[in-house]
Each structure stands twice: as structure tokens, then as C-alpha cells.
């Protein structure tokens, strides 16, 4: 964490350029609104308007887009400047390494999430009145538990494919398109809305816009909460094993460290 945190420190223009994205992400989605009508029954469960609803979708993509492939690139740095093995030759876990490298990353995404909504309500006029902050909060904890077991997934294929890796692809396809990002999940066939309904990026998002859009509390969000909780619950221990057994191979095969 003190190595992530020195790094993040000594590319301060770096920060510059992410505000900048979230001024700019924010805008085209402000002017995007100014193009489209939607029926005002397809917003009516997340308060009606356009323009938060997509503002709050921003802020979870960049959460779950975040928390899976961050895992994934800082073990890609490690092994293209050749530490990722003498981590290995400490007293850590291979786990204890995983989760350790995605301390920082995953600060810096709840940073960007109220980044985007405070850009949004003071440039763009975005109402946040009726927000329950708490039960929001509620949410992205939960919801980041979720996706830390999809980060250690995605490493898990990385470490064993090196390309290819298919979990972060299917999380950023499938949250835009079947995890009501960009548009409700109620316009979608109801087939794919029973597959959406697997997805946990479905009910972070879905939690977050009836917590800062509609005021729900925890008791209001017990279906997303549980839901997440769940998928954590199944999805932690399989990741947990697959990555322990991907690094094994690579320590047996001895090549940890090809990318």
C-alpha cells in the first residue's frame, strides 16, 4: 500500500487528467440528455431523470470497471519489471499479495465515485437532495466485495493464459449492456433480464440509484444488499482457490513471470 501510495504521489498530473475525464464524461453525458427522450415510465423507478440516472451509472462503471481489471494490471506491471516473484519469496500469501494490490486502486475508485456525483451536482445541477448517503455507502461496500472476488478471477486467468484474460471483457460488456449502465434493465427481453439479474454490477447500480435518487434506505435495498452478499459469499472461495492453483502451475512450470 506505501508503494502504491508513492507511485500514485509521483504522477501528480495524472490527477489532473482524471478530473478533467470526469468533467468531460459528465458533460457529454449532460448534452446526450439534451438529444434523447425517454418515456418517463423507464425512469419513473429511479426518480425520472435522464441526466442522474446516467451520472450514476457513470460513477458505478468506473467502480466495477475499476475494481475487476485493477487486479489484473498491477500483476502485469509486476511481472513485465520482474518483482511479481520476489513477492512470492515473502512470508505473504499469494492471496494476502492479491488483495494487498488492490487496497489503493479500489480507495481511488470510491474517491471517483463521489468525485463524478459532486461534479455533477455542482456543474451540472444534478439533484442529490434526497440521497441516503449511508445506505449508498452501504452499497459500494458490498458491492466492492462482489467485485474483489471477480478481480481474483480475472488474475487467476491472467496468470494462466498471460492473454485472453475473458472476466474484465465480460464485466465491461456485460454490466453496459445487461447491467443497466446506459438504460434500464426493465427494456430488456425478460430472458436477459433473468441473466442480468446474476450479474452483481445489475445491483450495485440498480442499489445506488434508489439509494441517491429515490432516498431508499437499507431496509429498501435488503434485495441488492442480499444479492450482492451472496455472490461474494459463492464467488469468494472459487476465485480464492483458482487463483492459488494458477499460481502454483506457473511456480511448477517456472514462468511467473512471462507476460
Do not use: C, K
Not at 7 to 16: C, G, L, N
Not at 25 to 33: G, N
Amino acid at each position: 500500500m506505501r508503494r502504491d501510495l508513492a507511485i500514485e504521489r509521483s504522477y501528480r498530473f495524472v490527477w489532473v487528467s482524471r478530473v478533467i475525464g470526469l468533467v468531460l464524461a459528465t458533460a457529454l453525458a449532460f448534452y446526450f440528455t439534451r438529444l434523447v427522450a425517454v418515456p418517463t415510465a423507464a425512469l419513473a423507478p429511479y426518480g425520472g431523470d435522464l441526466l442522474a440516472f446516467l451520472v450514476t451509472g457513470l460513477a458505478a462503471q468506473g467502480m466495477t470497471g475499476g475494481a475487476v481489471g485493477q487486479l489484473t494490471g498491477r500483476l502485469r506491471e509486476s511481472m513485465v519489471v520482474g518483482t511479481f516473484e520476489s513477492l512470492l519469496l515473502t512470508r505473504a500469501s499469494p492471496v494476502e499479495i492479491a488483495f494487498g494490490f488492490q487496497i489503493v486502486p479500489l480507495t481511488l475508485q470510491v474517491g471517483r465515485i463521489v468525485a463524478t456525483l459532486a461534479i455533477a451536482a455542482l456543474l451540472f445541477g444534478v439533484d442529490l437532495s434526497r440521497a441516503d448517503f449511508f445506505s449508498a455507502a452501504a452499497i459500494v461496500v458490498f458491492g466492492l466485495a462482489s467485485l474483489i472476488a471477480l478481480g481474483l478471477a480475472a488474475a487467476a486467468f491472467y496468470v494462466w493464459f498471460r492473454r485472453g484474460e475473458p472476466v474484465t471483457w465480460a464485466v465491461a460488456v456485460g454490466g453496459a449492456f445487461l447491467g443497466g449502465l446506459v438504460f434500464p434493465v426493465e427494456l430488456l427481453p425478460e430472458p436477459l433480464q433473468l441473466v442480468s439479474n446474476i450479474l452483481p454490477v445489475t445491483h450495485i447500480v440498480a442499489g445506488l440509484r434508489r439509494a441517491l435518487l429515490m432516498g431508499a434506505g437499507i431496509d429498501d435495498l435488503l434485495t441488492q444488499i442480499l444479492a450482492l452478499l451472496a455472490f461474494t459469499v459463492i464467488m469468494t472461495p472459487l476465485s480464492i482457490a483458482l487463483f492459488t492453483r494458477s499460481i502454483d502451475r506457473a511456480l511448477a512450470r517456472g514462468d511467473i513471470n512471462r507476460y
